[in-house]
């Protein structure tokens, strides 16, 4: 396993995650970017061979010039528990996410979600599943949450977040077998009961349509993915039902606003967290199901 690090200024590390992420193929198995410090940035990218952690530092390099990446072998553990050992409690109104042994420590009147480093994303810590978090708690303080798809559970710390906060039953799906599993047994761990994740990919299939229409929705994926998903989400949601899109750095907020925008859906607020964008709307009462 090879990691891929460069740092620098916001624009020329952005520009270089999208060129990761959209790489068709991409020689990176997972891409993050997130502020690392006062006005520096930072990316990390992870692959299985040096051949491909050399195509990724082309490809950096290519994309921004500016930038210098550095390749560290790994040893062949899992990087992704790796990355979260060690993380604090994250507060994100009033959900704080954390480990067993930072759980213990909680003030009272929190609603705890246990999610322990593993093998799969969305701990709260990633500004996209903290803004996630945060306007799940503006829709718990203005309605009922009620039925709730997660579409990219990873951890399903979304989806279980939403159970202990007062959902009535969510259904999450992810197109990787580990973070089903993992989401699964999160839910577990938490005694949490009404959340199953399942491996589907898409939305539009017989299972998810007949658990179905769904008051508050989550898709925290990717940009382009989330504009394919605009004509599905879209009848899948209740009227007056709520959804919550991330995954997107914030010059690609504009797009997937116009998506679902022409899906006769409204828009109500966009939540910016360590250089990312959460984009909430509604469905309004009148429209059809």
Known sequence: MY????????????????ALAWADPSPAGAVDAKEDGRLAWRLDAFTETLEEAEACVEIIHET?????????????????????EGLPPVAAGPFFVAGSHALAK?????????????????????????????ALDEVRRRKAIGKVLD??????????????????????????FDSVRVANENAAK???????ALHITGANTPRIRQGGPYDTVFANI??????????????????????ILSGLLHHQAGPVRN???????????????????????RKPVSAQV
């Open 259 to 281: 998506a679902f925008a022409s899906r006769g859906l409204d828009f109500q607020r966009r939540i910016k967290k360590d250089g990312w964008s959460t984009l909430v709307f």
């Open 222 to 243: 990717l940009m382009k993915p989330l504009i394919g998903l605009a004509p599905t989400i879209a009848p899948l949601t209740a009227p007056g039902g709520t959804i």
């Open 151 to 176: 579409l990219g559970t990873g951890s399903g710390v979304l989806a279980i977040a939403a159970m202990k906060a007062g959902a009535l039953s969510a259904i999450g799906t992810d197109i990787d």
């Open 190 to 196: 938490n005694h949490v009961t009404g959340f199953t």
């Open 3 to 18: 990691q891929i690090t460069a740092k620098g200024a916001r624009a020329p590390i952005e520009a270089a995650w999208d």
């Open 64 to 84: 921004s010039p500016e930038l210098t990446a550095r390749i560290e072998a790994l040893e062949d553990r899992d990087w992704v528990t790796l990355s979260l």
């Open 106 to 134: 909680m003030a009272p009147g929190k609603i705890a979600v246990l999610i322990e480093a593993g093998p799969a994303f969305g701990t709260g810590h990633h500004g996209t599943t903290l803004g996630c978090l945060l």
